[in-house]
């Protein structure tokens, strides 16, 4: 988690969508974000997302994650994990 914080902040990322997070067992997402003292928001099925700004909603299944980045200005991410090649029955 401290290399992905570091990544992240060199970057100088605002949102990150993570995939995968639950690498060891336990969820990689929420200590990043704790890490940067950002805000968190577990998606399901090892996505989430994480944000400098205040996560104010998100879309009924959180595929879509609202995010205020001022006041009165919202704005709507959507993190997804793709399969890591086209299988049947959904080929791309």
């Avoid at 950002?38 to 700004?53: E, K």
Wanted: charged share 20%; aromatic share 8%; hydrophobic share 40%.
């Amino acid at each position: 988690p401290t290399d992905l914080a570091n990544a992240v902040k060199t970057a100088g990322a605002d949102v990150v969508g993570m995939q995968e997070t639950d690498g060891n067992g336990e969820d990689v997402s929420k200590e990043v974000a704790k890490l940067l003292g950002w805000n968190h928001l577990q998606q399901g099925g090892r996505t989430a997302v994480i944000s400098r700004f205040p996560i104010v909603g998100a879309t009924p299944r959180k595929w879509g994650v609202f995010l205020e980045i001022k006041p009165e200005t919202r704005i709507c991410v959507f993190n997804c994990h793709f399969a890591p090649a086209p299988y049947q029955p959904y080929q791309l």
